[in-house]
Each structure stands twice: as structure tokens, then as C-alpha cells.
């Protein structure tokens, strides 16, 4: 079993900043592309950023050049650095990895519990 652990999130006013952090523990043979999503309240969950085993990013023209997403393969983490927020960022944002838990298994995704990001003066 793998287990995800979020944290960072927050109030902050518009135009602030901040980190979220997904820690991935567990039956960890290997992990793929990592991914942050978000959900607002009466909207679907939707892409926020993702990042590949090589460090490749991908980000939707919503964040773009205000999000950056990093990864610490040795600590199984993926961050989420925010800058520039927006009332539109609130949301409750979600980690996602992909894993595989020994060398034979398919890819699995693993979803984190969910982290509030609140912007509001």
C-alpha cells in the first residue's frame, strides 16, 4: 500500500504565495509522473501541473508562469510552489503518483487526502 500526505495549504490574501508538499510513503518500488490537481467547490476536479521522472513540466494556461511544480525523487516528494495567487486559485488541491510496488506491477495512481488553499483578503 502507498500512502500520500499533504500539507501547505492555507489562507493567504491575493496576490501571496505558497508550497504545498506531497509526501509519498509505502510499497514504493518505483514512481512515474507526479501531478497536482484541483477541485473548487461546484466545479470538477481539473489539472493543475504535472512533472515527469525526468523533470519534464506541463502546466494549463491557468497557472502558467505563476505555478512551478518540483520533484525530490531521494524523498519521494513533489512540491507545489504558488506565487501570484488568485481568489479563482481556491480550491482544495490534491496530489496524484504514479507508482508501481515491485518490479512486475502495473502503473498505479495514488490520490493524497486533499489540502484547502484558501485566497481571500
Known amino acids: 500500500q502507498v500512502q500520500l500526505v499533504e500539507s501547505g495549504g492555507g489562507l493567504v490574501q491575493p496576490g501571496g504565495s505558497l508550497r504545498l508538499s506531497c509526501a509519498a510513503s509505502g510499497s514504493i518500488f518505483s514512481i512515474y509522473t507526479m501531478a497536482w490537481y484541483r477541485q473548487a467547490p461546484g466545479k470538477q476536479r481539473e489539472l493543475v501541473a504535472t512533472i515527469t521522472v525526468g523533470g519534464t513540466t506541463n502546466y494549463p494556461d491557468s497557472v502558467k508562469g505563476r505555478f512551478t511544480i518540483t520533484r525530490d525523487n531521494a524523498k519521494n516528494t513533489v512540491y507545489l510552489q504558488m506565487n501570484s495567487l488568485k481568489p479563482e486559485d481556491t480550491a482544495v488541491y490534491y496530489c496524484?503518483?504514479?507508482?508501481?510496488?515491485?518490479?512486475?506491477?502495473?502503473?498505479?495512481?495514488?490520490w493524497g487526502q486533499g489540502t484547502q488553499v484558501t485566497v481571500s483578503s
Open positions: 496524484k503518483v504514479d507508482v508501481t510496488t515491485n518490479p512486475r506491477s502495473p502503473v498505479h495512481n495514488y
